[in-house]
């Protein structure tokens, strides 16, 4: 296996980026045999400890199987990768930054609407009430940061509210992605769904009155702006 050699002096991260990026790339498919840890250091030119702890890191996102005393075989990464594993197949050029921005969009829309669902039947009634109090609080005007911290605890409320801890989780892994991808676009398309302050304040409304299909309605009206933003600069939209 013809490998670069690593250049970065953080070398247990970039081995551990290089490793991913040949997995999701296709360059080393599903069911192909990982070389040893004493090649890959060779090929990579760092000690073995970092290749190790690299290799741990791969198994952990669901790229490999390590057998221990036999041989270390990829995964198929569509079957067993994780959410972690998103801003990873952007790197390695697998899936375009704004086709997985747009995905995201539309993950964290079925993820809120749904949320929303949830929360109007199993918040008590004093989260309902701060709910209600943050779109009542949502600034008028401010900077993208004020918008991003008010809607970032708006949102969070509401999927602490459902219930649904894989919700939470879930919530967790989009958001971190969004920073890693960091496209500066993604602050203009996400300006429509800021302004809609009425929006919030009608759909925290509909949850304390506990009508959850009514939340749902609002809540995918809310999100939708987002992902129609996207899918409007989307090449092939």
Same mark, same amino acid.
């Given at each position: 296996?013809?490998?670069?050699?690593?250049? #970065?002096?953080?070398?247990?991260?970039?081995?551990?980026?290089?490793?991913? @990026?040949?997995?999701? =790339?296709? #360059?080393? %498919?599903?069911?192909?045999?990982?070389?040893?840890? /004493?090649? &890959?250091?060779? =090929?990579?030119?760092? *000690? #073995?400890?970092?290749?190790?702890?690299? !290799?741990?890191?791969?198994?952990?996102?669901? !790229?490999? /199987? $390590? =057998?221990?005393?036999?041989?270390?075989?990829? &995964?198929?990464w569509r079957a067993n990768a994780r959410l972690e594993t998103l801003s990873a197949l952007v790197a390695a050029g697998v899936v375009p930054p704004l086709e997985l +921005? /747009?995905? $995201? %969009?539309?993950?964290?829309?079925?993820?809120?609407?749904?949320?929303?669902?949830?929360?109007?039947? *199993?918040?008590?009634?004093?989260?309902?009430?701060? $709910?209600?109090?943050?779109?009542?609080?949502?600034?008028?005007?401010?900077? +993208?940061?004020?918008? %991003?911290?008010?809607?970032?605890?708006?949102?969070?409320?509401? +999927?602490?509210? =459902?219930? *649904? &801890?894989?919700? #939470?989780?879930?919530?967790?892994?989009?958001?971190?992605?969004?920073?890693?991808?960091?496209?500066?676009?993604?602050? @203009?398309?996400?300006?429509?769904?800021?302004?809609? /302050?009425?929006?919030?304040?009608?759909? %925290?409304? !509909?949850? !304390?009155?506990?009508?959850?299909?009514?939340?749902?309605?609002?809540?995918?009206?809310?999100?939708?702006?987002? +992902?129609?933003?996207?899918?409007?600069?989307?090449?092939?939209?």
């Open positions: 296996m013809d490998i670069a050699p690593i250049t #970065r002096t953080a070398v247990s991260d970039a081995a551990y980026v290089r490793i991913v @990026e040949e997995i999701l =790339s296709g #360059r080393l %498919a599903a069911g192909d045999t990982l070389p040893a840890e /004493r090649e &890959l250091s060779l =090929s990579f030119q760092v *000690n #073995r400890h970092a290749v190790r702890e690299a !290799l741990k890191r791969v198994q952990q996102a669901g !790229l490999i /199987r $390590i =057998s221990h005393g036999g041989k270390t075989r990829v &995964l198929d +921005v /747009r995905d $995201i %969009a539309v993950m964290r829309r079925s993820i809120g609407s749904d949320a929303a669902r949830l929360c109007a039947a *199993n918040a008590s009634t004093e989260e309902l009430e701060r $709910i209600s109090e943050l779109a009542h609080a949502f600034p008028e005007a401010g900077t +993208v940061e004020e918008y %991003a911290d008010a809607d970032l605890e708006f949102w969070t409320r509401i +999927v602490d509210g =459902s219930g *649904n &801890l894989a919700y #939470r989780l879930a919530l967790n892994s989009l958001l971190a992605t969004f920073d890693d991808v960091g496209l500066p676009i993604v602050a @203009e398309w996400i300006a429509g769904e800021y302004s809609a /302050r009425a929006l919030r304040i009608a759909l %925290a409304g !509909l949850l !304390l009155a506990r009508d959850g299909e009514g939340a749902y309605r609002h809540a995918e009206q809310l999100l939708t702006h987002f +992902v129609t933003g996207i899918e409007k600069s989307t090449p092939g939209e």
